[in-house]
Structure formats: C-alpha cells, structure tokens
C-alpha cells in the first residue's frame, strides 16, 4: 500500500492539522498491527489494496462467487438464476446501501479518520448489481418503476409519447398511475390463475349508510356458517369501538392494533381460529400477510 502522505499533504493544505495528524496517527497504527499480528480494526476500509483494484473498482461479492460456480459445475459462468422476493422493496435498498455507505464514508475521510481509499470498500452501484446478474426472477405483487425501467432497458423499449430515450421513462408521459404504465410495456406475463387454484375473492362496494346494521348481519351468517371475519378499520379508537359494539350485540369480537404485542396478538389469531371469537377488528389487516382459511369475509369499513 501505499503511504498516506498524499492525502495527509492534502489535508495540510486545507488548514486541516488536526485531521492529517489524526490521518496519519491512525494508519500509522493500523500499519503496525498489520504487520505484527495480521490484522487491525475496520481492516476492511484497506481492501482496494489487499485486493489489487483501482479507485472506484467494484468491490468482489457474493455474485462473483454464483459466477465461479457456475463456471466450474456448468462451463459456463452465466448459467445461474438470481430471485428478488418482493422486489419493490429489495431493489431500491440495493442502491439505498450505496448512497447510505458513501456518504459515511466520505465524512470519515473529510475529517482524517480514514484514507480516501476507504470509500472503495462499498456495496454495489444499482448498474454494478445489475450487470453482475444474468438472469432476474423479480417477484412481486406490487412491483415499482425500477423494476419496469429494467425490463424496458433490455428489451429497448421507448417511453412513447415523445420520449426518444431506449428506455422507458421515470414516469411515462402518458401514464396516469402504475397500472396505465404496466399496460403500456410489452413482455409482462399476468397470471389469470392462481396456483394454488382458489379464485380471487368477490368484492363488493355498499354505501355508509346503515354500514354497521349491514355489518352485523353478514358477520351472523358468517357464524352460522362456522366462519370467520374480518373488519378493516382506520384508527385505534374506531376498532376498539367496533369490537366494543359487537360484543355488546352477542358477536365474540376482538381488537388487534399496533399497541398489542406479539404475543398476545399471536393469542388473539389462535382465538379466532379455533372459534373462540368470531371477529377481529384491527388496522392494515390486509398488509401484515395472514393466512388465516377460517375466514370467508373481509370487510373494509369507513368511519
């Protein structure tokens, strides 16, 4: 490696004494115990080094190892397939990392506590990580536009609209939500049947008035039925009201909000499964991924 002087120079020269003596102070150190025992704290933030790279070189990962293997087993280092589970979520962390990572690090440097070189032990660009992948399985039931831009960058489709670009725009110019923009892409297999071979659930819009009689009588003819139900609702207190009222009525019901803790929430599922109580009448239901086959209602009410 090496020595740090250029950047301890650098820092000189920008009335920054204190960070080139703490610069030099601590890669002095690490130096010293590289040499005597093999290793130093943050050794990592001197792997440009250890590794031969050069500035703004792509660290080595874990995709380059998928690459090796498949090199060695198949002949042929392309011949490996990388799955995203929910993708919309995954996707943007990857560039998310690199952003988060960068801008520490460049504080670090700026005040002497690392080497420049410290910033090339980083997580992928977006590009780097897409590059690096020769076969992508986005899974998602809501997929967002990084995914979309993807698919239109390697099939080189245009924007349309006016847009010349190969390659779709952020917001396409004549998409007026998600949906309209996935109806303008080419290549996007939908899936009409389910493979676990149940149909989409039927969904029905009522009005407000006269929701919650409304609401009880289905709830009834759930029960006679020996099934279960659940009311989506959009604050705490609405849902402690809504519980209230129906066990007021006869219905076993029960609340799940954030304020429950994991355990008893867990309890109050069990309860419902097992017919202990009727109804739950809790906040987001439909995002937290239940999985609860008793239930045959899902009711989203309005206060």
Not at 97 to 122: Q, T, V
Not at 170 to 178: D, L, N, P, R, V
């Amino acid at each position: 490696m090496k020595k740090p002087w250029k950047q301890v120079a650098t820092l000189k020269s920008e009335n920054k004494e204190i960070e080139a003596h703490r610069l030099e102070q601590r890669t002095r150190y690490d130096m010293e115990m590289l040499n005597e025992i093999g290793y130093c704290t943050s050794v990592e933030n001197y792997s440009m080094h250890f590794d031969g790279r050069t500035t703004g070189e792509r660290p080595h990962c874990l995709l380059d190892f998928f690459a090796a293997s498949a090199k060695q087993f198949h002949g042929d280092p392309t011949k490996y397939l990388v799955i995203m589970d929910e993708s919309h979520v995954t996707l943007p962390q990857v560039g998310g990392m690199y952003a988060g990572d960068r801008s520490r690090k460049l504080n670090l440097i700026e005040h002497g506590f690392r080497l420049p070189s410290a910033a090339d032990n980083r997580p992928l660009k977006i590009r780097e990580f897409q590059s690096l992948i020769p076969q992508m399985v986005y899974v998602s039931a809501t997929p967002g536009e990084r995914e979309l831009l993807h698919l239109c960058e390697l099939t080189n489709q245009r924007g349309g609209g006016g847009v010349e670009e190969p390659v779709l725009a952020k917001k396409h110019a004549e998409a007026e939500s998600m949906y309209d923009m996935l109806q303008m892409i080419d290549g996007i297999p939908r899936m009409e049947i389910r493979p676990t071979g149940l149909l989409d659930p039927m969904i029905e819009v009522r009005g407000t008035e006269g929701q919650i009689a409304d609401l009880l009588s289905e709830i009834n003819i759930r029960i006679k039925k020996g099934e279960r139900t659940l009311v989506t609702v959009l604050t705490i207190k609405f849902a402690e009201e809504v519980a209230a009222y129906l066990n007021k009525m006869g219905t076993k019901a029960h609340h799940l909000h954030s304020e429950i803790d994991t355990i008893e929430r867990t309890e109050i599922i069990n309860a419902l499964r097992i017919g202990h109580i009727d109804v739950i009448v809790g906040i987001n239901l439909l995002r937290e991924g239940l999985d609860i086959p008793e239930v045959s209602l899902v009711r989203l009410f309005e206060e």
